[in-house]
Each structure stands twice: as structure tokens, then as C-alpha cells.
């Protein structure tokens, strides 16, 4: 998907424009994950660019995509350009060893440790 999206349109309240443009990306990508994945991939990754016009975009994650929309929005800005590419993605395993985290460790041993 590469698609400009206006944001002010005479005649239409500019929070229903609004709400419509988060559910056209929200639609996209949810319809882009029901496809059948190729073999050996493990889900659908995206690569997606936002910017007020498509010489301006950069690139992004999918999930800031939509506090981007309602940041221009709140902004004042007229339009928005996003744009979402859909491709294979391969989950990478944790090496052997790696170190674990605090909050990997129960609580009970937690407390024992800062006891000590």
C-alpha cells in the first residue's frame, strides 16, 4: 500500500476522516497477514515509511504508524502519505547462554537476593 490520505475534506468532520484513514491501514494490514505465509517463513513482517508526502517519508515501525497519523492530525497537517510493504519474516532464536533478565526470575528468588 502506497496511498496518499487527505485529511481535510470539505464537507466531512475531520475526526471521522481521521478514524477512516487509521482503519484503511488497520484493514491493510490485517488482510495482509490472513495471506499464506511462503515456506519457510514464520509471519508477516512490514516495512513502512510515514511522512506528510512521499518525497518527506521515512521509515518506521508498524506500530508507531498510527500515533504518527494522530500526531499530523493534531498538527493540522492536510494529508499524510504512508506507506506499508508486506514480506516474509524469520523469527531468530536466543543464542544458548544468553544472560537472563530480572524479570525472567520468579519472585521468591528476587526477594532472596535482595535479602542477602
Not at 27 to 51: I, N, Q
Not at 87 to 106: E, L, V
Request: aromatic share 6%.
Amino acid at each position: 500500500m502506497r496511498k496518499n490520505f487527505p485529511l481535510a475534506i470539505e464537507g466531512k468532520n475531520r475526526d471521522r476522516i481521521l478514524d477512516a484513514v487509521k482503519h484503511d491501514v488497520r484493514k491493510y494490514v490485517k488482510r495482509e497477514r490472513r495471506r499464506v505465509l511462503p515456506e519457510g517463513a514464520d509471519y508477516w513482517d512490514f516495512d513502512c515509511r510515514f511522512g506528510v508526502n512521499k518525497e518527506a517519508a521515512q521509515e518506521v515501525h508498524l506500530s508507531a504508524l498510527i500515533g504518527h497519523i494522530d500526531t499530523v492530525a493534531r498538527e493540522g497537517g492536510d494529508q499524510v502519505y504512508v506507506e506499508i510493504l508486506a514480506k516474509p519474516g524469520h523469527r531468530k532464536a536466543r543464542p544458548p547462554g544468553a544472560a537472563s533478565t530480572d524479570a525472567d526470575m520468579p519472585d521468591d528468588n528476587q526477594d532472596n537476593l535482595e535479602n542477602e
